[in-house]
């Protein structure tokens, strides 16, 4: 698909991030838009996440505080920073708060992030 695709803040629908409570997630580049890659936002509240990519993913810290670990290290992030998590890395995302994230993954799935 071609041509500038404009996503307004507030907008679109949220849904619980793998019906998690204390998540939200607006997928906004999906199967319709995109066959390579996936992008949305994402905001939780006190919680920590486990993940493990099978993709490259971009993540962005929009507002709150992050904190991450991975590989032994920790990381935490405040809006503005960004966080790179190649194919096959194992992370926690973590927020004692309320914060949100943008991210991008490639190459996309589209089990995962369906038809935005």
Known sequence: MSGLKFF????????????????RIRRLVGTKISRTIGAGVMTMEKQTIQSLNDFDEVIVVLDGHYRSRSE???????????????AGTAFELETDSTATVFYARYPMDPKVEGEG
């Open 72 to 86: 032994g290290k920790e990381y935490e992030a405040e809006p503005g920073d960004i966080f790179w998590a190649p």
């Open 8 to 23: 307004r803040k507030g907008e679109g629908e949220w849904n619980p991030w793998r019906g998690l409570e204390g998540t």
